[in-house]
């Protein structure tokens, strides 16, 4: 070969060499900021870790950081959000159903329609959970207690008008109680409401039930039911309807990006998301945490997510938590 060929032939070489790490710097984001609205512990702040480990893992992400701000279902989360990261294609912010809710019952003057719907990642169904020690042993003795006075039996779970609030009064509504004279206590964090539960200061817990998983198994904690469908439940891990409670419900979590970010950016963003739903990282963390792989994306998680927030606030109306 004549040293023309040669150096050509190593040019291209080079040229191709270059090619790749610009396609590869291109794949993966340089920095990404993820904002759990929520304290340590509970579903949304474990979503933003997950995803952070999962981002980084697979080299989707350089680096991925998870900021917390608690309070009020994620009412103070999103204001800060929607106000501060406006155009940030860098940012992403963890909600779920729990803010569907939170949003209509706190009148929150901030709404996610002024976010960029992203992606819908998991889904979970609720558990009720009682301490190991409580005369409760099943769904039935809970609907008695509630049945026969609603404000006795009192309940820890995630923000007030999320997806827990909202299952504890379609609960009462099920076993022909009055759903708006429930004993709900709210918690902004996971940790705040299983210390409670623990500590036998509230007669129920409910959340999802990989929240609850190593103090039932431990033995901490007695499973009541899960709000699967009839038919889906075991002896380990009964369902409600199978119970005679007519209750069915799943929760949601999802990300959504900053207002006034560009086409390009939200699309950055979103492939993003389909490449990490992909990863075998993700898919392990599902495994691990007993989440449903709910994904959508683009164009139909917001379509979704409108629905979502109609059907919501005809349930939270029906029950009385928001006046119609």
């Not at 939170?102 to 709404?111: D, I």
């Amino acid at each position: 070969m004549s040293q023309y060929r040669k150096g050509l032939w190593r040019g291209m070489l080079a040229a191709a060499a270059v090619a790749g790490l610009v396609t590869t710097a291109s794949a993966q984001m340089a920095e990404l900021k993820i904002m759990a609205p929520a304290a340590p512990g509970g579903g949304w702040d474990q979503t933003a870790r997950s995803m952070q480990q999962a981002l980084t893992q697979s080299g989707l992400a350089k680096s991925v950081q998870v900021t917390n701000v608690p309070g009020a279902g994620g009412s103070i989360g999103i204001a800060q959000f929607v106000n501060g990261a406006k155009g940030d294609g860098n940012q992403l912010m963890v909600m779920g159903y729990v803010m569907v809710g939170a949003l209509l019952t706190n009148k929150s003057p901030v709404t996610l329609d002024q976010t960029t719907p992203i992606a819908r990642l998991t889904g979970e169904y609720e558990a009720i959970v009682v301490p190991a020690d409580s005369p409760i042993k099943n769904a039935k003795d809970l609907a008695a207690a509630v049945k026969a006075d609603p404000a006795k039996v009192t309940w820890a779970g995630g923000s007030a008008g999320g997806v827990d609030h909202i299952a504890v009064a379609l609960f009462a509504k099920a076993v022909g109680a009055d759903p708006t004279k429930i004993n709900y206590i709210p918690f902004s964090g996971g940790g705040e409401s299983l210390a409670a539960i623990l500590g036998g200061k509230v007669t129920a817990g409910i959340s999802g039930y990989g929240e609850f998983e190593s103090q039932i198994k431990a033995g901490k904690l007695r499973l009541i039911g899960l709000t699967t469908p009839a038919g889906k439940g075991t002896a380990e891990m009964p369902s409600l309807k199978d119970q005679g409670v007519d209750l069915e419900i799943a929760n949601w979590r999802a990300v959504v990006a900053p207002p006034g970010i560009t086409d390009a950016q939200k699309k950055t963003l979103v492939d993003t998301m389909d490449k990490m739903v992909k990863s075998k990282e993700w898919q392990e963390i599902l495994k691990q945490k007993g989440w449903d792989d709910a994904y959508e994306s683009g164009d139909a998680f917001a379509k979704f997510l409108k629905d979502d927030q109609a059907r919501t606030k005809e349930v939270l109306t029906s029950v009385g938590l928001v006046k119609s």
